[in-house]
């Protein structure tokens, strides 16, 4: 359709497009009085500014995938959207090494039942909604992730770009190490929001440490209504500070 607007467009601008008398008299009624070289000027400036409009305006292609069954993605696509309207299905679809979803809003969405693994490639921006559950173990998310109604979302890997935002009833677990909120350290901790209300009135937080895989994790975060987000110290940290205790235990029986 593109290229049919931009050679239509040509012809008209090169005068190679005939003039009839019906276009004559929509020209006439159009721009009034003025002579027709004139008029014929102008309406071949709008039609190029048209026509470039429509042939440099992105038009996304979605994939709706809501069949039940497992996809894995490996490709490049433009928006995917998991059983959207579709409670109980529980399509599953796993983001590999090469799979990219280049969309900048909404670019993935999980809905209802559905469940998604990321395990490699890149995600411009995710939205886990519904009952969805997510676990992120690799790749990359340029944008920020974000969890609304009862969607669950696991991070032990990968990177994110923006900030972490939850709201809603749903929870954000994180699975690592040398957690810090704001520059304190914090061991297995559950945050909340601070006022109660929507997520965008909620100051800035900052969260940093290392993931289970090791990548890094460093960023910005909102909590807002009923979201949770859950610090879990990855095992070797919890065997340590379960020992730390026993130890304190062991020291106040012998005092």
Same mark, same amino acid.
């Given at each position: 359709?593109?290229?049919?607007?931009?050679?239509?467009?040509?012809?008209?601008?090169?005068?190679?497009?005939?003039?009839?008398?019906?276009?004559?008299?929509?020209?006439?009624?159009?721009?009034?009085?003025?002579?027709?070289?004139? &008029?014929?000027?102008?309406? &071949?400036?709008?039609?190029?500014?048209?026509?470039?409009? $429509?042939?440099?305006?992105?038009?996304?292609?979605?994939?709706?995938?809501?069949?039940?069954?497992?996809? @894995?993605?490996?490709?490049?696509?433009?928006?995917?959207?998991? +059983?959207?309207?579709?409670?109980?299905?529980?399509?599953?679809? @796993?983001?590999?090494?090469?799979?990219?979803?280049?969309? =900048?809003?909404?670019?993935?969405?999980?809905?209802?039942? =559905?469940?998604?693994?990321?395990?490699?490639? =890149?995600?411009?921006?995710?939205?886990?909604?519904?009952?969805?559950?997510?676990?992120?173990?690799?790749?990359?998310?340029?944008?920020? *992730?974000?969890?609304?109604?009862?969607?669950?979302?696991?991070?032990?890997?990968?990177?994110?770009?923006?900030?972490?935002?939850?709201? +809603? @009833?749903?929870?954000?677990?994180?699975?690592? *190490? +040398?957690?810090?909120?704001?520059?304190?350290?914090?061991?297995?901790?559950?945050?909340?929001?601070?006022?109660?209300?929507?997520?965008?009135?909620?100051?800035? &937080?900052?969260?940093?440490?290392? $993931?289970?895989?090791?990548?890094?994790l460093d960023n910005d975060f909102l909590?807002?209504?009923?979201?949770?987000?859950? *610090?879990?110290?990855?095992?070797?940290?919890?065997?340590? $500070?379960? *020992?730390?205790?026993?130890?304190?235990?062991?020291?106040?029986?012998?005092?």
């Open positions: 359709m593109r290229n049919g607007v931009l050679v239509l467009t040509l012809l008209l601008f090169s005068g190679g497009f005939p003039l009839t008398n019906a276009i004559r008299t929509a020209i006439a009624e159009i721009f009034g009085s003025e002579s027709v070289m004139m &008029r014929l000027t102008r309406v &071949r400036i709008m039609a190029v500014g048209i026509a470039l409009f $429509l042939c440099t305006s992105p038009v996304f292609a979605t994939l709706t995938l809501d069949d039940g069954g497992v996809h @894995n993605i490996d490709y490049e696509v433009d928006r995917v959207r998991v +059983d959207f309207g579709l409670p109980g299905t529980g399509t599953t679809v @796993n983001i590999l090494d090469g799979g990219s979803i280049t969309t =900048s809003l909404y670019g993935l969405e999980s809905l209802e039942d =559905s469940v998604i693994n990321i395990l490699g490639g =890149s995600v411009d921006s995710f939205h886990a909604s519904g009952n969805s559950q997510v676990a992120v173990s690799g790749g990359s998310m340029y944008k920020a *992730l974000y969890g609304q109604d009862s969607s669950r979302v696991t991070i032990s890997g990968g990177s994110i770009g923006q900030d972490l935002r939850v709201r +809603d @009833n749903a929870v954000f677990t994180i699975d690592g *190490l +040398d957690f810090a909120v704001d520059g304190t350290p914090v061991g297995c901790i559950e945050l909340s929001s601070i006022f109660g209300g929507n997520y965008w009135d909620e100051p800035d &937080r900052r969260l940093t440490g290392t $993931l289970f895989n090791g990548d890094p909590i807002g209504q009923f979201g949770k987000m859950v *610090l879990v110290p990855e095992p070797a940290t919890l065997l340590l $500070l379960g *020992l730390g205790g026993l130890a304190l235990l062991r020291k106040r029986r012998q005092a």
